[in-house]
């Protein structure tokens, strides 16, 4: 019988030597980790992270993270100026600025363990978070906000240039907007607003979010947006019948908002909605067992949705739906600076600390692994045994030294082999050659390909021999 051979596409044109016809997809694998999702060339390992300065203190959990930067405008004659960065966070009642890497406490106060919301509006930070009257901060002082804010709060975001609070226990439906670039004034006659939504019955505000086009209020079954761009002609209608199922699960950035949900992560874009847990996701997404724990957090066209629960992290590349397993990350609160520093605070462990996310080759002084698994391939002829006859692997010249690992019928079997690549300066692609084992023999084949640094995986082919007609014979055109 001929040998058939199976690969990630087809291949044309014998040995590769121009940009490859065929590429390593990140959702074709069986299994995958520690992939770059942004990557559509193959599969390259994910960038790592750093340390932002020193341990702050033991097994802590971070419950907010802001980068603010105060006094962005302009200096007189049309010149821009930069006024000073502030990295806020809170850990158990207290604030902290950590932009130099030490903590500097900045206030304290409200319930422990509770999230902290922060949203800047006319160059001061407003603060909020359970059990605290709504606070704000100037770079120095960290004070009341003035006026008639809510008595508490618990969520705040910036929407058409007004400071909107909501979560008073008191009034769990309402939420509060500003007067125009001014949080200190919730004067109606100066276009502040309140709105009061019963249509929810008993359930009550769970966040707040902006997109710049609508105003988003979530509730624990269902999503509301807030239409118009003045008090003269806001709406208040039903965005979908879906609602947050995680204090920390919402996250946005200029256009769009991303929120957690109980069967899916949406996206909302105006007030067009798309459910991007597609493919395998979908069912990963659905046994996380505690959604409670789920975290979100975005740089440019990356999303990090966090399972901090299991210390495991699903990065997106939104824009075209492709997604992979990040181990390693219990990030429960995460921000991202003007400058695209992406910072993460973890939740609890051994030390309280803050990393840079999706920046370096290491995670912090270790190398990073990333793997991926062909299919269990059935070569065409399903119920007949094949040996595997060879295995060719595609990279990126310099790929660190590669492990592959077999399968037969679903289950590792045989000894590892290890492959090593040529080096950049034998051209653009390299290529190494493993043949197979004996023991590699069974209706269905595959393998997994592993390997530790920064590498690009670009495509394999497998060869199987047939050795028994057995089964339904296919035609042979």
């Known amino acids: 019988m001929p040998i058939v051979r199976e690969e ?103 319930t422990q363990g509770s999230i902290a919301r922060m949203a800047p509006l006319n160059d001061v930070l407003c603060i909020v978070v359970d059990g605290l009257a709504p606070k704000q901060y100037d770079g120095t002082n960290f004070a009341n906000l003035t006026g008639t804010p809510p008595a508490e709060a618990k969520f705040a975001v910036v929407h058409m240039s007004k400071l909107w609070l909501a979560g008073d226990d008191a009034n ?164 991202t600076a003007n400058d695209q520093t992406f910072y993460a605070g973890a939740d609890g462990g051994s030390t309280t600390q803050i990393w840079k996310l999706d920046t370096g080759s290491l995670d912090g002084a270790a190398s990073i692994t990333a793997h991926w698994r062909t299919p269990n391939l059935g070569f065409g002829w399903p119920d007949c045994p094949k040996n595997l006859a060879q295995a060719k692997i595609h990279a990126k010249p310099g790929m660190p030294t590669t492990t592959i690992t077999w399968y037969k019928n679903g289950a590792s079997i045989g000894s590892q082999n290890i492959l090593t690549f040529a080096t950049a300066a034998a051209g653009e692609h390299a290529w190494d050659t493993v043949a197979g084992q004996s023991k590699v023999r069974g209706q269905f084949l595959g393998m997994k390909i592993e390997w530790t640094g920064a590498g690009t995986l670009y495509g394999w082919t497998l060869y199987a021999e047939v050795t028994a007609d057995e089964g339904e014979v296919p035609a042979v055109s």
């Not at 890497?101 to 304290?108: E, F, T």
């Not at 002609?233 to 996250?251: A, H």
């Not at 069912?283 to 409670?292: A, F, G, H, L, V």
């Open 172 to 335: 769990p439906q309402t939420k509060k907007g500003s007067a125009t670039n001014n949080p200190n004034d919730y004067t109606t006659s100066f276009d502040a607003v309140s709105i009061t939504t019963q249509d929810g019955g008993g359930d009550t505000i769970q966040g707040l979010a902006s997109n710049r086009l609508i105003l988003l209020t979530f509730y624990r079954n269902f999503t509301d947006y807030l239409a118009g761009n003045s008090y003269a002609n806001f709406s208040e209608q039903r965005l979908i019948d879906r609602g947050l199922v995680s204090p920390t699960g919402y996250t946005s950035a200029g256009e769009v908002v991303f929120f957690a949900s109980d069967d899916a992560i949406y996206m909302v874009s105006g007030a067009q909605v798309t459910d991007i847990t597609t493919g395998k996701m979908r069912t990963t997404y659905r046994n996380i067992s505690d959604k409670s724990k789920i975290s979100l957090g975005l740089k440019g066209d990356l999303l990090l949705v966090v399972d901090y629960g299991a210390d495991t992290a699903y990065a997106c590349a939104y824009k075209f739906l492709r997604w992979s397993t990040w181990t390693g990350q219990a990030w429960k609160v995460m921000d």
């Open 8 to 110: 990630s596409h087809n291949l044309t044109g014998g040995e590769v030597t121009s940009p490859p016809p065929h590429l390593v997809g990140v959702q074709e694998a069986l299994s995958a980790q520690n992939l770059d999702p942004r990557d559509l060339r193959g599969a390259t390992t994910r960038n790592g992270r750093s340390q932002h300065g020193s341990n702050f203190s033991s097994d802590a959990a971070f419950d907010g993270l802001k980068h603010w930067i105060q006094g962005i405008g302009s200096g007189g004659a049309g010149t821009a100026y930069l006024g000073s960065s502030h990295l806020i966070g809170r850990i158990g009642t207290t604030f902290y600025d950590f932009i130099s890497g030490v903590a500097a406490s900045i206030g304290i106060g409200g």
